[in-house]
């Protein structure tokens, strides 16, 4: 396709006023008014006795070939290099602009509109970047929720209005700007991604994430949705419950966004997050990403006392995070350490300490303290020999060990 495809004209006449796309066999009902015989016969088909375009009732629902139109359409689009039987044409921006619009007036076809802004924005970059820049495009898009009563038939238009928002994400630098678009409308906005992460699809449950995670900048934003009832847990589903990476990356992210808050620790403690952390360190097909997250987001929650209790008492956590110390990347042994600190100087945890013992962890922070690490945690590290000394005899001295001496050349 080329360029000025995208900016075709299309004569108004020629467009179903249901579908909004070029007429394949037009017909005409008693009122007069044209429109496509698919669109028309849904209507039709779903009971409504009335012309969608001019809302008058049908005093007959007979429809009407309209050959002159088909004509007039095949002259039009073979004088324009389009086929005739093309059902949707590609979107220019005044159409994109014509959808908004009828978006905004909540008009009758408003959920048709909203599914041609998605297919829109999924078409190009250059597409999302146009739908960020005009002007009440987001309260549009996501004021389309007041008409949403949460049924399963409408699920989809839901999916799509957090289909198009995650797809329009990179187009805001200032995400600041896109938390006030979204959360002052009227709209009841986190009830609705709650409705997408309980009844969508895998993806659109991914796209409700980072659209939280996007929104989640601030320390009111960050509360809203952990105070929001049952928002954490099924964001915590994303992790917990399901075996596709991208979707335990996008939950892990998503989390570590929300957490800073104390109360939001607690709360993901409290809902089994320490446990299931666990286990997803033990797992040996775990992406370099996921490990990283998972001890970002165990550090995270080693600042406060339920956090630590947490992480000593499960016990497959701390032998874990020892077992990744080293082995994943400079960023996760670094979270490593600062965990294993937490548990082992902070609070002196008898079972924390003893865990790293037996899984070899001081020859780790020994290698550690060897390497080029930084300052900080060069210092946790020593912090760390300093209690193992004290609370072995010295047991540095005769620790079992197969670590040989690294030599300089």
């Known amino acids: 396709m080329v360029k000025n495809d995208l900016f075709i004209s299309v004569p108004t006449f020629f467009k179903c006023p249901i579908s909004l796309d070029v007429m394949k066999s037009p017909v005409s009902l008693c009122t007069g008014v044209t429109y496509d015989r698919s669109s028309i016969q849904r209507w039709l088909d ?6 969608p375009a001019t809302m008058q009732v049908l005093h007959s629902k007979d429809i009407v070939p309209n050959h002159t139109v088909h004509r007039l359409i095949k002259i039009w689009s073979s004088e324009s290099s389009v086929s005739p039987a093309s059902t949707s044409l590609p979107l220019s921006q005044e159409r994109a602009r014509d959808l908004i619009s009828r978006i905004e007036a909540r008009s009758e076809n408003c959920f048709g509109c909203l599914s041609k802004i998605v297919s829109y924005a999924k078409e190009s970059a250059e597409n999302r970047k146009l739908l960020a820049k005009i002007d009440g495009f987001v309260p549009a898009i996501v004021g389309v929720l007041s008409n949403v009563d949460g049924g399963d038939v409408e699920i ?4 799509d209005v957090v289909r198009v928002l995650d797809l329009i994400l990179a187009e ?3 995400k600041e700007r896109l ?12 009830s609705s991604i709650l409705l997408v992460l309980q009844k969508g699809s895998l993806d659109s449950r991914m796209e409700s994430a980072r659209v939280l995670e996007a929104i989640a900048i601030d320390a009111e934003s960050k509360l809203l949705i952990a105070e929001k009832e049952g928002l954490l847990s099924e964001i915590f589903s994303l992790v917990s419950s399901e075996t596709d990476l991208r979707a335990i990356e996008t939950g ?3 989390l570590i966004a929300v957490t800073m808050p104390r109360r939001t620790k607690v709360k993901i403690i409290r809902i089994g997050a320490v446990q299931v952390l666990g286990k997803l360190l033990s797992r040996p097909n775990s992406s370099i990403s996921i490990v990283e997250m998972v001890l970002k987001l165990l550090e995270m929650v080693s600042t406060c006392t339920e ?3 947490a992480i000593c008492e499960d016990p497959i956590c701390v032998p874990a995070i020892v077992q990744k110390m080293l082995k994943v990347s400079n960023s996760a042994t670094e979270h490593a350490v600062v965990i294993l600190w937490s548990v082992c100087h902070l609070v002196r945890d008898q079972r924390a300490q003893e865990a790293v013992t037996k899984n070899n962890g001081l020859t780790k922070i020994l290698l550690l303290m060897q390497s080029n690490c930084s300052p900080s945690v060069r210092e946790m590290s020593g912090d760390l020999l300093k209690i193992f000394r004290v609370h072995s005899k010295s047991c540095l001295s005769k620790y079992d060990t197969k670590t040989t001496h ?3 050349f």
């Open 46 to 51: 779903n009971g409504n006795n009335t012309c």
């Open 156 to 159: 989809k238009v839901v999916e």
């Open 172 to 174: 805001f630098g200032d």
């Open 179 to 190: 938390m006030r678009l979204i959360l002052k409308t009227k709209v009841d906005f986190l």
């Open 252 to 254: 892990l992210s998503c």
């Open 307 to 309: 956090g630590r209790t």
């Open 406 to 408: 690294i030599m300089p």
